[in-house]
Nanobody
Framework: QVQLVESGGGLVQAGGSLRLSCAAS????????MGWYRQAPGKKRELVAG???????DYADSVKGRFTISRDNAKNTVYLQMNSLKPEDTAVYYC???????????????WGQGTQVTVSS
């Protein structure tokens, strides 16, 4: 199957930056769109940024101009560069991706285990 492992989270002061990474491993034929979500305590999980296999990007309004999503297909990795962080960005950040296990299978969405981002004021 597919494993997604996030890294790069931590504690940062407001105005600071962090770079999250999500590396995919395991046995799969191909992968398509990938994205970053976040979930703050007591809130629903929300989409932060997404990127298609062709490189088209989409962002939540709350992070536009501050966050940048990118991917390295050769490394099976997606990144989230987060600048000008605010306390309201504090959440657990999850990556996900659509993967084909074999040539004949449909795309299936897999999730990482999450990484904590805490922004202090």
């Amino acid at each position: 199957q597919v494993q997604l492992v996030e890294s790069g989270g931590g504690l940062v002061q407001a105005g600071g930056s962090l770079r999250l990474s999500c590396a995919a491993s395991g046995s799969f034929f191909s992968f398509n769109a990938m994205g970053w979500y976040r979930q703050a305590p007591g809130k629903k999980r929300e989409l932060v940024a997404g990127i298609t296999s062709g490189g088209s990007k989409d962002y939540a309004d709350s992070v536009k101009g501050r966050f940048t999503i990118s991917r390295d297909n050769a490394k099976n990795t997606v990144y989230l560069q987060m600048n000008s962080l605010k306390p309201e960005d504090t959440a657990v950040y999850y990556c996900n991706g659509d993967f084909k296990i074999s040539f004949y299978s449909d795309y299936v969405k897999f999730w990482g285990q999450g990484t904590q981002v805490t922004v202090s004021s």
